[in-house]
């Protein structure tokens, strides 16, 4: 059974970092690719960053300078390092997963986290 776990998620003020992290378990973590994805209150999941299976990266524009994507294959996690977080990032943070190398940008993901809350105030 395959389980995606988020965690880090939390209340911050703007200019603040997070941590988000993705603990993946009962697949062969190496061979699939990650992403993150983000909903925020009244809008449309959104992909915001993606790795695939090889380390390449791919950001959305609105994140693109503030975050970084990373995984440990050893740990089978993925991390998302955010950094200066304003309002409009409060959001409920989903990870996913694909098997093979995708930037996720076509389909739709196989696999989904029940996601965390991240909350920034002004």
């Known amino acids: 059974q395959v389980q995606l776990v988020e965690s880090g998620g939390g209340l911050v003020q703007a200019g603040a970092s997070l941590r988000l992290s993705c603990a993946a378990s009962?697949?062969?973590?190496?061979?699939?690719?990650m992403a993150w994805y983000r909903q925020a209150p009244g809008k449309e999941r959104e992909l915001i960053s993606a790795?695939?299976?090889?380390?390449?990266?791919v950001y959305a524009d609105s994140v693109k300078g503030r975050f970084t994507i990373s995984r440990d294959n050893a740990k089978n996690t993925m991390y998302l390092q955010m950094n200066s977080l304003n309002p409009e990032d409060t959001a409920v943070y989903y990870c996913?997963?694909?098997?093979?190398?995708?930037?996720?940008?076509?389909?739709?993901?196989?696999?989904w986290g029940q996601g965390t809350q991240v909350t920034v105030s002004s």
């Open positions: 790795i695939t299976n090889d380390g390449r990266t």
């Open positions: 009962g697949l062969t973590f190496r061979t699939y690719s």
């Open positions: 996913a997963a694909k098997a093979g190398w995708t930037t996720m940008r076509l389909g739709n993901p196989d696999y």
